[in-house]
């Protein structure tokens, strides 16, 4: 049998000796540990709220036996002792009638005790001495030390108390009291005001337990800090009765200690389980604050306790996730719905491998999980809460398909870098939710509005692959099959584009020529790109594909004949269906393909006659273009960005320079176009040559070293453009740098030097 009702500490002792038993474990909150620290401060500034305000503040459930005049707590050890060191400081705070009552007082505050250590019962006893107590006061009212400095150099400290536990943590919570607590008027009268103190706890007298030994044991065999899941899941248990009945909570946090539990254990390992679920819990509820605030695609507006909350992962509670806002409680029951149904599903005996790899992913012990595999819980959740955890194969495959799409399509190009953009996918998931079981008809439909993923531009594809697998299964197998080709990543629109469907109209109207244009593309494009990058060669492909025309990508003030690892200019950006930047340059490698597959043979073979059959367009405005097209070794030269930037002479045309290696600023060091052309002919004809970056001291416009039989030359870009615009130089016996010949283009100077050799 139980009796339960709200009291004070203050009421507690007055009435009970408050005994804490030896089985119990120390006194921990004044450890050192930053989770320790955390939840400390938390509580005390929690407290110091309520105290200012009046507002009462509720410590939850502490478990206990009467046994007499004797109180044993079993559970809220930690909190009690809190609480008695607050008396104790307020006491020691007082100063009006001070005299007159602190003979009673301390009395009272005597009937707190530590069994655990001899020598933590022992320093109980004596900070709670009349005369001890006042020396304590007298030396902290006339002293500017801290609390605990003028307790360990009281003459009755024992040095070796400092290591014990409990009481390191008593002086340290002390001196944080003294912090926190030192501008709070008259603390003593408001905490023993038992009527009006707001500092309370539900106390719980357990009558007919049994040995108290064994009870403590059961509800704490570990004898350890409670984890921060212990600490959250108290916190969620008591918060979540207003979201669900009697029953269903009852029901919801045995599940909570049982089967769910185990599946994480099962996930996880003995040392990281919980943490497992933890995670699991936090992000569930950022994802539904996420589809709850108000805040559009932009990252403003005030986010609460949850606007911090990649920072504070593993140190929440509850209360965090309720944000005062308007219609931002995730204390509801859609929430616990979202974890039962999740939750029951995973642990089930034939749960789908995909599904429990994303729980796996999205609840990691010892990092936060990144964007994208929080988003994919939420796709999880959704999935599960809408079937109500009857599982299907059909549904999942095609949800899970053009939810990943989706989600990878914004994890590229930062779709969830501000909390508004993360918002808003978290709610286009959510929205979505009521399509799943008929998930192509609902994308099919124009009128039902599908939004909230930044960039938006894979909304459209997906809208567009659905009517068309709608149409047959040819075009489902084929639009399948395309986003099988893993580095596009599901995104084929460039291949919809290509077959002649850019709309929906496009799409309602396809016919078989175009599924057939499609699959043609598909199977050239399939024999260019592997798992992560090109299966043909890079530098051969970009010269084929420069016979179309300047398919160049621009980026700051550089130009990109595609960059290998650059999200702006690599190959998936350059295939962006409806960036208005890239379409035309896009439009130059279907050219390229309808190329390839007239000529009927191996495309690397196919690229190499393309390139020998082109005849220059002395039309096209990218002149530098030429040499790229005719001089294989020249991509070698150019970095490993394949990057460049021209400059537009008065007199000589253009300069093309090439930033060397990784480097992505034009003011970097570069190596200039004509000048590389001459070194790679010369190394042709035996020269040895060293290209020379502009370093101080140097001649500025020199770009390569050559030697061979002994001639040595420099070459070089005219310092002011003023003559020609290639320079050859010799080295004087003084060091100079003499000029020996110059022209506007390679090929003279690569006759000139090469001559060197003949004149001897």
């Not at 699991?280 to 604050?289: A, E, G, I, P, Y």
Request: with cysteine.
């Amino acid at each position: 049998m139980s009796k339960e009702s709200s009291k004070t500490f203050w009421g507690i002792i007055k009435q009970y000796n408050i005994v804490i038993p030896p089985i119990q474990r120390d006194y921990v909150q004044g450890r050192p540990s930053r989770e320790v620290a955390e939840a400390r401060d938390v509580l005390l500034s929690d407290i110091k709220k309520a105290v200012d305000s009046s507002n009462i503040l509720n410590l939850n459930f502490v478990y206990g036996k009467t046994v007499d005049t004797l109180f044993l707590p079993l559970d809220g050890q930690q909190r009690l002792t809190t609480l008695f060191l607050l008396h104790w400081f307020a006491l020691l705070c007082k100063d009006e009638n001070f005299e007159e009552s602190i003979n009673d007082a301390i009395d009272v505050l005597r009937g707190f005790s530590y069994q655990a250590r001899c020598t933590s019962r022992d320093f109980f006893e004596r900070i709670t001495t009349a005369s001890m107590f006042l020396d304590i006061r007298s030396a902290w009212k006339d002293s500017d030390g801290r609390i605990s400095d003028c307790i360990a150099d009281a003459s009755w400290f024992h040095p070796s108390w400092k290591y014990d536990p409990t009481i390191e943590s008593v002086l340290v919570v002390l001196d944080r009291m003294e912090t926190v607590f030192s501008e709070c008027d008259d603390l003593w009268e408001k905490l023993t005001n038992d009527d009006d103190c707001p500092i309370r706890f539900e106390w719980l007298d357990v009558e007919h337990i049994g040995n108290e030994d064994d009870l403590y044991i059961k509800m704490n065999a570990r004898g350890k800090i409670l984890s921060p899941y212990e600490n959250f899941k108290a916190e969620l248990e008591g918060a979540s009765l207003g979201a669900l009945g009697y029953r269903e909570h009852v029901e919801f946090f045995s599940s909570l200690d049982q089967g769910w539990l185990d599946f994480f254990w099962r996930l996880g390992s003995p040392e990281n389980y919980d943490r497992k679920m933890y995670s699991f819990l936090v992000w569930t509820f950022w994802n539904r604050w996420s589809s709850l605030n108000a805040y559009g695609n932009k990252d403003t507006g005030d986010a609460g306790g949850v606007r911090n909350l990649q920072s504070r992962a593993f140190n929440l509670v509850a209360k965090d996730f309720d944000t005062g806002l308007e219609n931002a409680s995730t204390l509801t029951q859609k929430t616990f719905d979202y974890i039962k149904y999740t939750l029951d599903y995973v642990s089930s005996e034939n749960a789908n491998h995909e599904i429990v790899d994303i729980i796996d992913r999205a609840s990691p012990a010892c990092r936060n999980p990144d964007y994208s595999e929080r988003i994919m819980l939420q796709v999880v959740q959704s999935y599960l809460f809408q079937v109500k955890g009857r599982f299907d194969e059909g549904s999942w495959s095609e949800w899970c398909r053009v939810a990943n799409n989706l989600v990878r399509f914004a994890r590229r190009y930062q779709g969830f870098n501000t909390l508004g953009r993360y918002s808003g996918a978290v709610k286009c998931i959510v929205g979505m939710e009521c399509f799943i079981g008929d998930l192509l008809t609902k994308l099919a439909d124009e009128d039902n509005v599908v939004s909230g993923f930044i960039p938006d531009e894979q909304i459209l594809e997906e809208r567009l692959k659905a009517v068309l697998i709608k149409k047959s299964e040819k075009w489902r197998d084929a639009i399948i099959l395309g986003e099988e080709v893993e580095y596009f990543e599901g995104k084929i629109g460039f291949l919809l584009n290509y077959s002649g469907i850019n709309t929906m109209e496009d799409a309602r109207n396809a016919t078989d020529e175009n599924l057939e244009r499609f699959v043609s593309y598909l199977n050239s494009i399939s024999g260019i790109f592997g798992p992560s990058d090109l299966v043909v060669d890079g530098n051969l492909l970009r010269r084929a594909l420069l016979t179309k025309g300047d398919y160049s990508m621009p980026k700051k003030k550089l130009s990109y004949y595609i960059a290998q690892n650059d999200r702006d200019v690599d190959w998936r950006a350059f295939f962006r269906m409806f960036d208005s930047s890239h379409r035309k340059a896009n439009s130059y490698f279907k050219l390229l393909l309808d190329d390839i597959e007239k000529r009927g043979c191996d495309i690397e073979e196919a690229m190499n006659g393309i390139i020998a059959d082109y005849v220059w367009d002395g039309c096209r405005d990218d002149a530098w273009a030429k040499y790229f097209i005719d001089e294989p070794l020249l991509f070698r030269e150019i970095g490993a960005n394949f990057q460049f930037r021209t400059s537009q002479l008065y007199s000589k045309g253009w300069v093309c320079w090439m930033p060397v290696g990784t480097n992505t600023v034009a003011s970097g060091f570069n190596k200039e176009l004509f000048t590389a052309l001459t070194a790679i002919e010369l190394r042709r004809l035996g020269w040895r040559t060293e290209w020379k970056p502009r370093l101080k001291g140097m001649q500025a416009g020199i770009q390569y070293d050559v030697s061979l039989d002994g001639k040595e030359y420099s070459i070089g870009i005219s310092d002011d453009f003023a003559d020609k615009l290639l320079c050859v130089y010799e080295r004087n016996s003084q060091g100079d740098y003499i000029k020996v010949f110059d022209s506007n283009d390679y090929e003279p100077v690569v006759q000139f030097i090469n001559n060197a050799v003949a004149r001897g």
